[in-house]
């Protein structure tokens, strides 16, 4: 065999080689661009073997004859020595292809029409462990993880339309939920405490292997536990107890509490949190029993709940009340969702039915991971189990269970040894004292303390016929399966059978004798019967049931009435493997991100069989294939720890073609061996993979062939008792390199000898640290059959052509359509990215497109395309084939079937929805919460709800698309568009008095400082011309006439601003903030108003100067110098849309004011020029009058031949669609001579000011929405646009919204265009930061976050002497207005600006007033609520009284006053290393900015240190003074006289 010489490059270095591999095209005359090679060294055939893909052939980059080079890092991994020989040889890309492959990112956010594209992209190309990808297109950088083929781990190989692509996410939301029962104060064989061994044990070895892998997660962790409380009715309890007490199925009352330890943190190092829960478990129980507690007062017992009793599923809830809301607040730095349960117990649920199903159907739709940790010791039957409350208390009544697929489940135990043994126990035995177990049943004790003579087996009777009996599988012609259904005896059950044998009654026992309980639907998933009627199951199914006739056992009820199944078979969760359940779509939701195994059945690696099992017969392994394929939808599943140790007794071949481990000996985890032929067919692939035979030979599940193990989250692997959550023998990495660059490394693991075998009972590690993001393919879908019987079809047809010239003509700004074949793609991709899957359903042979089925057509269309034309090509590179007329796309979402045909310039939409859908299933659940920085347990209250998905508009969303986001179809809510909410805050330099010198007190921001109104405005100008592209003509002077550079951090002090005209105004003239500066000495307040009002010198504005017009000059001189193309007021650059000669109003006006003399007013001006037809709004409508600000007009008379000249749109709403307009409104003074503003503070005028621009500006609409092209660096391949909703005002002092709305768009471009717009702010001299959609996160509102809350802090209104109320002097009806004004003013001296919001709509009209605020770092928000008439006022009902009472004092009593006070919430939005940043120097525990001022708030509004009282006297005394300076000005000066 002919070798080549092997030499190394780095790829980039001075002008090395670009490529992977370089060669000489001399001597491949054969290769070409896209081939696959193998290299390998010929001395060890059997060695790594390496496949790399010839990316260039050219004579310019080649090497030597008879040498090749491969980049160093390559080499290195893969152990290729330089200057070495090696045998290359092209294969065939279909015998090297892989099965799956995983691939890693990280602090990105990726969609998964993303990952869809990424896919695509991904198609025919070569990979190789750790190989960095980088998709330039779509700005996504990731790295190969871990790839399978044909059963085994390779190190490279080929992505084909077939390989299933698994996304893991390194920069997760994770919830770490920890289940504070009462077994965590328990001693486990060990002698550790349960929570000694989930913290100390499992979370320290959690957060190791995070650091290892470089996982940068977003993490929260809560304590939560069920408190039981031993009262028989609600009176025992007090009323402040009442208020979420809730009654379970036994009468018994509880409540559910929640510790919130650390929320949305991201850190390298976890050792402190450790720690801190440490802390928190000391004194956990002891506040949560003893919470109610008060003196003289006697409440009920109160005892924590055992794990089983918790609050399992509601804890699920809450974590998807959160997820599901994902599009809300978009981050573009994380992707994936986490929810983690760790719990002392066994993996056993009491649960209750209807919420069983809510959390099933959720869990599963919205694709979040949900793993479930137990530290307890793993029991000898199936879990997890879900054991449903089972109202019929009869001795008869057997006990339902469910098998849950959704949850993913691992055991942890430490790796301590026993000296004296080597047994690892797999239960733990209870203490044998029923008497003061409130939780063990009547039955259970009776049973347990009766005559045990009685329980003699008898040998007369069968017991084990019995039960072959009760568990037999249902018969062939049963209308219903049996997921989640599973049953097994209680406890009681043998008395009755004793009862029974007794009596020899058996024949006697039907039905009828025994009282049955109907129960609900068990299962939203149960599969429907041949007549398509929805089956209600019985759910009191006795033990009799089975032994009913089987004529009875096997009927078939056809009616129009739901089916009801007279009888069906227990399942015995100590051997779930009897029964086979139908499959839906939602067991094969997660199937795709499972490996296969070496038997060719899906796995979950961390399950792992302790005995090794029996030979399977040859006629046995096809039917365990029968049962194949199906899985779990669990995330993060379950794949296994990648570092493999092998030890010399069990060795493990460790060649193969590309670097394979054969797993064939390790692979026991299958639950069923190999038999001897099959263990030579794999031992086969050692020798080369080319000659082993494909991987077709093991048989494929296809829809028809549909049938899954009830137990697992595949499906596939069958249960038997000796199987455990375990990391098997553990293998080694297959290529050994540095991983820490891209967070990658190996996931390890450790083994511990028992007997021969190697056992270790262990945890899902790569599903907890790299977590999966739901896969974009499936493969189920429904036969003909059940579409006809069980699903309502229905469709529409899109024509995007014809749809897009009917839109041309009428539209006012032409945008480039989209194609047909994008309109497609998008249309896949919208439903991508609402949790659609693709499915990939196997052709037959017959089909002439079978080879093809999945082929890629360029960029966008991949796996789940089927497409008539079977034209292939031979390159493996992403080569765009010919252009194929048809291509078919389905779909699936739950029962939702989309199915989405493009023929020609015609797209159909076919969509099956099913006929009997669930009826939606409502839970109100009511809680206590206690968040960090919070002082108690807080009342909450949130909703459990199933999302109808069948309602869904998709007509509305495909019309979006083709109209390219026309004004005809807007975005609405329901669509769950994405959104990211910014406000535009101006720095401040006080911040950094406070973290840069250590300043106590932080009511500092409101200290006189120079105006710089001025300044801002022409900042906000130039960042607004910025976010609509525009240009001017002429640039634009200098602002200063000093050549010094601006200084981007504004400084308050005179000496370093450059400006030439200062005018000491408050900071932010005409805006509440600077009507609300008491603390000023009086004598600055006067020389400030001095000065406001003293003639100034003409300031320079930027423009020109050339001209001063007398006072006798006309509009028509003024209007000629504005339109001068050198010294006039400057137009922007020819734009789409705008017509020629544009300029804004705010140009205008300033140009105007240093023009103009003898007071003449420049908006009044602007305003006649418009009456006489001069000039005009842009959009070319003559009604809209002259707004200041970012407003656009048009020169009218210009000359309508000329080359640049361009019309008007002459339609307004399509021209404010276009762009951005925006209002000026507080700062008037710049374009004309307004009188300075009383410096009295405004809860202490005669007249107080208005309350926000809302009350007086032009436009009464508070937010606008305007296009956006997304895609403004022309980077994508996919046609990008969304929407930007702003503020229609902008005024100095409050904080400017901007929200950026899309569904057509790839979030790392949307993130790319909000990043320019952030640094772009920067230089502005603003800050752009990024707020939730609900800053506040009130308990009982429907978006909020469950486990996020305001804190109240009240105001003390009680500091004035002999107890005065406030406000005595002034009319009653003023005094809640005044009190509002006091509270801003406070707020106002913390660095407090408001915000203005949409009012929302309701129609309580008593409902208070809310003014809402932000802090100017952005980091905080504050909310005073306002009653109508007083600020004491009763609440007017109990629902607002719920709404409120968190504000308020936790009552729920009407009857009691409301405190006054604010209630504060963190910006959850801030980036974590910005959010840490703000530590002040020299504070003692590195204390954070936001601490110190949410403290030094609380002090100063309960009167520390009489802060309050002498900020109110100190008020008063400004008030007079300026009273007395006014009075003074106005008999001395008209001039200077004041309003």
Request: hydrophobic share 35%; charged share 20%; with cysteine.
């Amino acid at each position: 065999m002919k070798t080549y010489k092997l030499i190394t490059h780095t790829r980039g270095c001075n002008k090395s080689y670009d490529a992977d591999l370089v060669l000489n095209p001399q001597d491949h005359p054969t290769a070409k661009v896209g081939d696959v090679v193998e290299i390998y060294a010929p001395d060890d055939e059997n060695g790594t073997h390496l496949l790399l893909q010839i990316t260039e052939l050219n004579e310019q980059n080649k090497t030597g004859r008879n040498v090749i080079s491969i980049e160093s890092c390559i080499a290195v991994a893969f152990k290729m020595k330089p200057y070495t020989h090696v045998v290359m040889r092209i294969v065939n890309p279909a015998d090297v292809a892989l099965d799956s492959i995983e691939i890693t990112f990280k602090d990105q956010y990726m969609g998964r029409s993303e990952m869809w594209r990424l896919k695509t992209y991904l198609t025919n190309t070569c990979v190789y462990v750790n190989k960095k990808i980088d998709y330039n297109d779509m700005q996504i950088r990731c790295q190969v993880y871990e790839m399978w083929s044909q059963g085994e781990r390779v190190a490279s190989g080929v992505i084909t339309d077939d390989t299933k692509i698994v996304f893991r996410s390194s920069t997760s939301m994770v919830y770490l939920f920890l289940q504070m029962s009462s077994e965590m104060w328990d001693f486990d064989i060990h002698g550790d405490l349960y929570f000694e061994k989930a913290v100390n044990g499992f979370l320290t070895e959690l957060f190791q292997k995070w650091k290892k892998l470089g996982c940068n997660h977003e993490v929260t962790i809560v304590l939560f536990s069920r408190t039981f409380y031993a009262a028989k009715n609600l009176d025992e309890f007090p009323a402040h107890m009442r208020d979420c007490l809730q009654q379970d199925y036994k009468g018994r009352y509880y409540e559910d509490f929640y510790r919130v330890a650390i929320q949305n943190e991201r850190n390298d190092d976890w050792c402190t949190v450790l720690a801190q829960l440490r802390k928190l478990f000391t004194s956990y129980q002891a506040t949560v029993l003893r919470y109610h507690e008060r003196q003289n007062m006697r409440i009920p017992l109160a005892t924590n709940s055992t794990a089983t009793q918790g609050n399992f599923l509601e804890v699920l809830n809450i974590s998807l009340n959160t997820f599901e809301k994902h599009y809300l607040d978009r981050t573009f730095d994380r992707t994936g969702q986490l929810s983690v349960v760790i719990t002392p117990g066994v993996g056993v649920f009491s649960v209750d039915r209807e919420l069983t199903n809510i959390t099933k159907q959720r869990i599963i739709d919205n694709g979040v991971g949900s793993d479930l940790v137990c530290v307890g010791e793993q029991p000898l039957h199936a879990v997890p189990l879900l054991k449903f409350h089972n109202k019929d208390t009869t001795l008869t009544s057997a006990d339902d269970y469910s098998l849950p697929h959704w949850i993913n489940l691992s055991f942890y135990s430490t790796n301590k040894k026993i000296a004296y043994s080597n047994f690892i126990p797999r239960i733990k035995l209870p203490i044998l004292s029923f008497d003061d177990d409130p939780d063990v049943e009547e039955s259970e004790r009776n049973f347990l303390s009766c005559n045990q003579s009685e329980y003699i087996h008898n040998s007369l009777f069968d017991y084990d016929a019995y039960d072959e009996q009760i568990f037999q599988p249902l018969p062939a012609q049963s209308t219903c399966s049996l997921q989640r259904v599973v049953r097994a005896k209680k406890t009681s059950v043998p008395s009755f059978e004793t009862y029974a044998y007794r009596n020899n009654d058996w024949e006697n026992l039907t039905p009828t004798k025994i009282p049955s309980l109907r129960r609900k639907m068990s299962d939203p998933d149960i599969h429907h019967g041949t007549s398509g009627m929805l089956a209600t199951l019985s759910d009191a199914t006795n033990l009799s049931e089975s032994l009913a006739s089987e004529k009875n056992a096997r009927r078939t009820i056809v009616s129009i009435a739901p089916i009801v199944r007279p009888g069906r078979a227990l399942i015995n969760p100590f051997d779930p493997s009897h029964v086979t359940i139908k499959l839906t779509s939602n067991r094969r939701r997660w199937t795709h991100i499972f490996p296969k195994g070496p038997t060719g059945v899906l796995i979950q690696q961390h399950h792992y069989q302790a005995v090794p099992a029996k030979t399977v017969p040859a006629i046995n392994y096809s039917r365990h294939l029968q049962h194949s394929n199906s899985t779990n939808n669990n995330t993060n599943n379950n794949n296994e720890n990648n570092e493999f140790n092998s030890s010399a007794g069990d060795q493990f071949d460790q060649m193969s073609t590309h670097s394979m481990i054969s797993l064939t000996r390790s692979f026991t985890s299958q639950n069923f061996a190999i038999g001897d032929d099959k263990s030579d067919f794999f031992k086969k692939r050692h020798n080369s993979l080319l000659n082993a035979t494909p991987a077709a030979n093991v048989p494929n599940l296809t829809a028809t062939q549909a049938k899954s193990y009830l137990w697992g989250a595949t499906g596939e692997q069958e249960w038997t008792p000796a199987i455990t959550t375990g990391k098997h023998t553990t293998m080694k990495p297959i290529v050994e390199s540095d991983h820490n660059n891209f967070g990658s490394s190996p996931l390890e693991a450790t083994t511990e000898a028992v007997g021969k075998g190697k056992i270790i009972i262990g945890v899902d590690w790569k599903s907890l640290s790299i977590p999966a993001c739901l896969p974009i393919t499936t493969d189920y879908f429904p036969d003909k059959r059940s579409l006809h019987n069980d699903y309502v079809i229905s469709a529409y047809t899109l024509l995007p052509d014809d749809v897009n010239q009917d839109y041309a003509t009428s539209r006012a700004v032409y945008r480039k359509p989209l194609s047909t074949e994008e309109v497609c793609k998008e249309i896949v991709s919208q439903r991508l990215a609402q949790g659609f899957q693709l499915i990939v359903v196997e052709e037959k042979p017959t089909t002439a497109s079978s080879s093809n089925a999945c082929s890629a057509s360029g960029p966008g269309v991949g796996s789940g395309a089927t497409t008539t034309n079977n034209q292939s090509t031979s390159a493996v590179l992403p080569v765009k084939p010919p252009c194929e007329s048809n291509k078919e796309f389905l779909l699936s979402i739950g029962r939702i079937f989309h199915k989405i045909s493009f023929s020609g310039s015609v797209i159909t939409v076919t969509g099956y929805r099913p006929r009997h859908p669930y009826p939606p299933i409502n839970v109100d659940y009511r809680y206590r919460f206690h968040a960090p920085q919070h002082e108690t347990y807080e009342i909450s209250g949130v909703n459990f709800t199933t999302e109808k998905l069948e309602n869904f508009s998709w007509n509305h969303m495909d019309l979006y698309i083709c109209t390219r986001g026309d004004v005809d179809y807007p975005l609405m809510e329901s669509l769950k568009y994405w959104r990211f909410r910014m406000y535009l805050l101006p720095r401040d330099s006080m911040v950094n008095k406070i973290v840069s010198f250590g300043c106590q007190r932080c009511d500092i921001f409101t200290e006189a400082v120079v105006d710089n109104t001025r300044e801002q405005i022409e900042d906000f100008v130039r960042l607004i011309e910025t976010v609509s592209k525009l240009k001017r003509q002429n640039g634009r002077k200098a602002r200063h006439d000093t050549p010094t550079p601006r200084n981007t951090e504004k400084t308050h002090n005179l000496l370093n601003s450059p400006q030439q005209s200062i005018d000491v105004r408050p900071k932010l003239d005409a805006s509440r903030i600077s009507r609300i500066l008491p603390s000023q000495d009086a004598a600055t307040a006067a020389a400030a108003t001095a000065t406001a009002v003293a003639p100034r010198d003409d300031q320079d504005d930027g423009f020109p100067m050339d001209i001063k017009f007398s006072a006798s000059a006309t509009l028509a001189e003024m209007f000629e110098a504005m339109k001068h193309p050198v010294n006039g007021v400057g137009f922007f650059t020819q734009t789409q849309s705008l017509p020629s000669c544009t300029f804004i109003s705010y140009d205008a006006l300033i140009w105007l004011r240093s023009r103009v003399t003898n007071g003449r007013h420049p908006l009044e001006l602007l305003e006649a020029m418009r009456k006489e037809r001069m000039i005009c709004h842009a959009s070319g409508d003559w009604n809209q009058p002259v707004v200041p600000g970012f407003v656009f007009y048009y020169v009218v008379q210009q000359d309508k031949n000329a080359k640049d000249y361009a019309p008007p749109l002459n339609e307004y709403s399509a021209f404010v669609n276009e762009w951005l307009e925006i209002e000026l409104q507080g700062c008037g003074f710049l374009w004309h001579d307004e009188p300075a503003p009383t410096k009295v503070p405004n809860f202490l005028r005669d007249t107080p000011a208005p309350q926000s621009w809302t009350e007086y500006c032009m436009n009464k609409r508070v937010c606008r929405k305007s296009h956006l092209e997304i895609d403004v660096n022309q980077k994508s391949d996919r046609m990008e646009w969304g929407h930007v909703k702003h503020h229609t005002v902008m005024q100095p002092g409050f904080a400017f919204e901007l929200v950026v709305e899309w569904v057509t768009s790839s979030g790392p471009i949307v993130s790319d265009l909000i990043s320019g717009w952030m640094r772009k702010a920067n230089q502005c001299g603003f800050q752009l930061v990024s707020v939730p959609a609900d800053p506040m996160a009130e308990p009982f509102t429907e978006k909020s976050d469950p486990l996020r809350g305001p804190i109240f802090i009240p105001l003390c209104v009680t500091f004035l002497p002999d107890g005065a109320a406030l406000f005595d002097e002034f009319p009653e009806n003023s005094r809640s207005d005044r009190m509002l004004f006091l509270q801003e003013t406070i707020l106002a001296r913390f660095g407090f600006m408001p915000c203005v919001l949409e009012e929302k709509f309701t129609l309580n009209k008593d409902m208070p007033k809310e003014y809402q605020y932000v802090h100017c770092t952005g980091n905080m928000f504050a909310l005073i609520r306002c009653a109508s008439k007083n600020y004491q006022v009763e609440s007017p009902s109990r629902q607002e009284a719920n709404f409120t009472r968190c504000v308020y004092g936790h009552t729920n009593n009407t009857n009691v006053p409301k405190k006054v006070g604010f209630l504060w919430a963190w910006n959850h939005m801030i980036p974590n290393k910005k959010w840490k940043a703000l530590t002040i120097n020299n504070s003692a525990d590195g204390e954070l900015f936001q601490l110190r001022m949410l403290k030094d708030f609380r002090e100063f509004c309960s009167n520390s240190d009489q802060r309050l009282a002498k900020f109110w006297t100190d008020s008063q005394e400004l008030k007079r003074k300026c009273l007395k300076f006014e009075y003074n000005n106005n008999n001395n000066s008209d001039d200077a006289k004041i309003v």
